[in-house]
Structures are given as C-alpha cells and as structure tokens.
C-alpha cells in the first residue's frame, strides 16, 4: 500500500473514533438528564460537565485531524523541495564532471556551460523561495517600507519571467497599463512584492501546458488601491480549489500536478505579501480547464 | 554494442547522462516518461541491454514502472536513480525488482562503474553458461528446484519463475560456497560492487525475496539460512548437511 493512502487511513480512523466518542458522549448526556431531571442543581452540574467533555472532544478530535493533515502536507513539501534542491544540483555535477572527466569541443563546452547557469538559476530560485516563505510567514508587517512603482515592477516581472521560460514571442504581455501620467505608488518592500508578481506570473506559464498565453493586467481600483491581475488559458482551478490553492504547502492533486515542479511555497508567499502590504490575494476560474485569473490588490501611498 | 534506456524527464540529466554514456561507447535511448520506456520494453523491436531509471517520472513513477516491467516477464538490469536518499526509499526500489541504486547528486564514475559491474555479471552469466567454466555449472539442481542461470530462470515443480538479475547473482555466489556462511558485507561487495554506499538490509530483503521463490516455507527457511550475527548460508539438502 503507499504511504499516503495509510495516512489517510489513519486519519479517517482518528476522526471516526472522535465522532464515536461524541455519539457516545452525547447520548450519555441525554440518558442522564432523563434519569435525574428531577434534581435541579445536579442536573446543571452534570449538563454544564457534560458540554465541556463534549467540547473538548470535538476540539481534540479537530485539532487531531488537522495536525495529521498538516504534517502530510509538511512531508510532501520536504519530498517536493529535496527534489527541486538536488535535480538541479544533480545536472551541475555531472556537467562538471563530464568537462573534468573528457575532451569536450568548445561548441559542446558553451552548451554545458549554459546548462548548468540554468540549473544554477532554478537552485537560486528554490533557495530564495524558501527563504522568502520564511521571511514572510514569521512578521505581519514590512520592515522598512519605501515607496515601490508597481508599474515599473510589473514591466521587470514579465521581461525576466519571458526570458527564464525562453518566451520571446510575446506569449507573457502586459495588456493593459495605466493612463498616461498616472502612477501607481505602494509603500512597501520592492523584493516582496516583485517576488509575488512573479510568482503569479511563474504559476501562470507553469500550468499553462503547451500553449502559453499570459495576460498582465494593471488596473487602479478607485483611489485608493490597484490590481495585479494575471491571466492564463491553461488548466483552470476547481472551485473548491480557489482558496485552498493559497495554503502553504497546497498543492492541487492530480496526475496534471505532478507534471509541474513546485514546492507548494509560491501562492502562499503571494498572500502574505499581500497581507503583509494591507492588501489581499484571490483566484477565480471558470473550471477546470478554463484558465485561471489571479489578482494581487494591494494599497496605493495616500498621494 | 550494448543499448542502454535512460527514463528521465529532467531534460538536462537526460542530456548529460546521454552524452557521457554515449562517450563510453553504449547507444543510448531516452524517455521522458514510465509509459514510454514500459511500452519500450516490452514491445519495442530493439532489445536493452540496461535501463537507468529514475524514481520521480511525471505519471507512473519508476517504482511502479519496475514493477510493471517485472510483472511483464522483462528482467534487464535496472539502476535506480533518485534524489530520495533515504534507506526506505533504496528498500523499495529493491522490493520492487530493482538491481542497483543511486541516490542523486551521483558521481559520475561512480554511475559508469555501476552500470559496467552489472552489464559484466550479465554477460558473465551468458557467457559462462556458454562456455562452462564455471564452478557452478548453468543449470543446478537440487531438491527437486532447478535453476537456470544463464537465462535467469528458477523451475520448482514444473514452474518456471524468472528472476532478477541481482537475484540471480546473489543465489548463484551463495551455491558457489555451499555450507558456508557468508556476511552481508561480503555479499555486499562482491554481488553488488558497493562498499559503504548501502544499507546491509538491502541483502535482507533480496534474500527474502529469494526464499519466497525457492523455500516451501519462506519463514522456517531450509536451504537458506540465517547464521545469527554474520550472514547467510546456501545447503542445498539439508536433511544430509545437518
């Protein structure tokens, strides 16, 4: 049996025996006030005892289920980001050792060189990742804030996000900017929020599948604050999945998943960061299939 | 000149690995994914001599593409590659059919070692059964079992069951020191060709897949014993050697 389907054995089991131990619980309290309605202040006592077992079971019980279910999660990130750490690493030691080991020609040499700079580039992306999850998920607010122009972010993001995923005909775009002379000012911390820009539009071109086409969206909401809105035709999201695909270590399950490498860190930093910046983070999709739509709102500077 | 398969879908590994295997002199094939190299094995026209196959494959990973490729009747040597290192991980790899294993980042002398040590107990299995230097002859009898080694095949009762090719190895080195015990460090460096690299617990496993073939009891074992605090020992007929 695989590890995972005994887990969940094991978490139904706990659960059963929860709402068993409730079942039981409360039957015992109905049975007893039947038996001893007649005696007022025992009855309170008994009924007042009775809740507060009944309470603390649900809450055990609850809180049981949730730690299994984060640890699972927690093991699959583990899993998730050992392999993200030594895939790349792996690719860098044997080009390594293949240019120590053989005679190799200088076109070849160029080649091995270039690949292992992409390998070295995806470590530094994990690294940073999980650094940044770090960093984020401990303070509730930005440390120094300064003012970022979240156009001139928007612009960065997709440049570098098209030349790492070697798009150049324009599949990532940013389709809509602000009218001429307008800026949009966020006090906060430029790394955070160009982190998150890209981790929408990495997510974007990830689970776009073979045709990727990405919209970027700048729009200002009133005066007070402005939408990142990123768009993709690719594999849409269920709609039980809307919320829960922002949970750290969340990722959606499926065979169609597991073709995209991930930790499971990305959407989660995206809504801290929103958090952290006063704003907030959401998904909509019209199903699965459908594509998917994510927006990063977050406060504009009081001008 | 031996073909070789690697099943990687990390396009950089494949690549690397391609390179230098082709640099040593082998044909290499690659897939990305289990379904390709399954379909690959099993009805594709050119036969593969050795697969390296790594665990984490989009779709089937590659502990269930072994095993598929097992429950297929296909025993070429396999060598696992993966960047779960942890001894469960190696255990799993073996129970399900696996010959060789190799946690990621590996080293790439390391790799080709591997790959030639089990490329060369194939075809001294072949080869030795051709020519008959052996100590052991290609078929051995005993207890109404009979194996054939050189096309890796046990028959106990009129059934013919195939085995690994580790399997084989492991069974044929323990045979050659008949009544003798010999330790899981032995076994390890002289079957396997690995020194400190892997669990000792690797030989348990294979020897209790072994005894699930050959033994009428697999847990009161008769011909392959258990010597408390060293090893393992081969009797062919143990009613006359105890």
């Keep these: 049996?695989?590890?995972?389907?005994?887990?969940?054995?094991?978490?139904?089991?706990?659960?059963?025996?929860?709402?068993?131990?409730?079942?039981?619980?409360?039957?015992?309290?109905?049975?007893?006030?039947?038996?001893?309605?007649?005696?007022?202040?025992?009855?309170?006592?008994?009924?007042?005892?009775?809740?507060?077992?009944?309470?603390?079971?649900?809450?055990?019980?609850?809180?049981?289920?949730?730690?299994?279910?984060?640890?699972?999660?927690?093991?699959?990130?583990?899993?998730?980001?050992?392999?993200?750490?030594?895939t790349p690493l792996a690719s860098i030691t044997l080009y390594l050792q293949t240019l120590r080991q053989r005679d190799v020609d200088s076109v070849r040499q160029q080649e091995f060189i270039e690949?292992?700079?992409?390998?070295?580039?995806?470590?530094?992306?994990?690294?940073?990742?999980?650094?940044?999850?770090?960093?984020?998920g401990t303070a509730r607010r930005v440390g120094n804030p300064t003012d970022v122009d979240i156009s001139e972010v928007v612009d960065e993001c997709v440049t570098v996000a098209g030349r790492r995923h070697h798009l150049v005909n324009g599949e990532v775009q940013v389709v809509s900017r602000l009218p001429d002379g307008e800026e949009a000012v966020v006090m906060g911390d430029r790394e955070e929020i160009h982190a998150a820009i890209t981790n929408l539009i990495d997510n974007a071109i990830k689970y776009s599948g073979e045709q990727v086409k990405v919209a970027v969206e700048l729009v200002k909401l009133g005066a007070r604050r402005v939408a990142i809105n990123?768009?993709?035709?690719?594999?849409?999201?269920?709609?039980?999945?809307?919320?829960?695909?922002?949970?750290?270590?969340?990722?959606?399950?499926?065979?169609?998943?597991?073709?995209?490498?991930?930790?499971?860190?990305?959407?989660?930093?995206?809504?801290?960061?929103?958090?952290?910046?006063g704003g907030r983070a959401y998904a909509e999709s019209e199903g699965s299939g459908k594509g998917s739509l994510f927006t990063l709102e977050l406060p504009l500077k009081p001008s | 000149m031996k073909r070789l398969l690697v099943v990687e879908d990390e396009e950089h590994l494949a690549n690397g690995l391609k390179f230098n295997l082709e640099a040593e002199g082998y044909t290499v094939d690659v897939d990305e994914n289990g379904e390709a190299a399954l379909h690959r094995l099993t009805q594709g026209s050119n036969r593969v001599d050795l697969v390296l196959l790594d665990v984490m494959l989009p779709g089937l990973d590659g502990f269930e593409v072994v095993q598929r490729l097992r429950a297929a009747g296909s025993f070429v040597p396999v060598v696992m590659l993966t960047a779960r290192g942890h001894t469960d991980d190696v255990l799993r790899g073996f129970e399900h059919g696996a010959d060789d294993y190799l946690p990621k980042p590996f080293d790439?002398?390391?790799?080709?070692?591997?790959?030639?040590?089990?490329?060369?107990?194939?075809?001294?299995?072949?080869?030795?059964?051709?020519?008959?230097?052996?100590?052991?002859?290609?078929?051995?009898?005993?207890?109404?079992?009979?194996?054939?080694?050189?096309?890796?095949?046990?028959?106990?009762?009129?059934?013919?069951?195939?085995?690994?090719?580790?399997?084989?190895t492991l069974l044929r080195h323990l045979i050659e020191r008949e009544g003798h015990a010999v330790s899981r460090r032995m076994l390890l460096e002289e079957v396997w060709g690995v020194r400190h690299d892997t669990d000792t617990r690797t030989v348990d496993n294979f020897i209790a897949r072994l005894r699930r073939a050959i033994e009428d009891e697999p847990s009161s074992p008769q011909h392959l014993q258990t010597v408390r605090g060293v090893g393992y020992r081969f009797v062919a007929n143990p009613t006359v050697a105890l």
């Excluded at chain 1, 690949?115 to 984020?136: C, E, H, Y």
């Excluded at chain 1, 270590?249 to 809504?271: H, K, N, Q």
């Design chain 1, 230 to 277: 990123v768009r993709d035709q690719g594999m849409g999201i269920g709609s039980d999945e809307l919320k829960r695909v922002f949970r750290r270590f969340y990722r959606i399950p499926g065979a169609l998943g597991l073709r995209v490498r991930g930790t499971g860190l990305g959407l989660s930093i995206v809504r801290a960061v929103a958090r952290r910046h």
């Design chain 1, 115 to 136: 690949t292992m700079l992409v390998d070295a580039a995806r470590l530094q992306s994990t690294i940073d990742q999980v650094l940044l999850a770090g960093k984020t």
């Design chain 1, 1 to 86: 049996m695989v590890p995972g389907e005994v887990r969940r054995r094991k978490v139904w089991l706990v659960a059963l025996l929860g709402a068993l131990l409730i079942a039981v619980a409360i039957a015992l309290n109905i049975g007893w006030i039947v038996v001893n309605w007649r005696t007022g202040l025992l009855l309170l006592v008994g009924i007042i005892s009775f809740a507060i077992l009944i309470a603390g079971l649900c809450f055990n019980t609850a809180f049981l289920i949730r730690e299994i279910r984060r640890n699972e999660q927690h093991n699959a990130f583990i899993h998730a980001v050992t392999h993200e750490l030594k």
């Design chain 2, 108 to 168: 790439l002398s390391i790799l080709l070692a591997r790959i030639q040590g089990l490329l060369r107990r194939k075809t001294w299995l072949e080869k030795d059964s051709a020519a008959g230097s052996s100590q052991v002859p290609d078929e051995y009898l005993f207890c109404g079992r009979r194996i054939d080694f050189a096309r890796q095949v046990l028959e106990r009762d009129g059934v013919a069951q195939p085995m690994t090719l580790m399997e084989t």
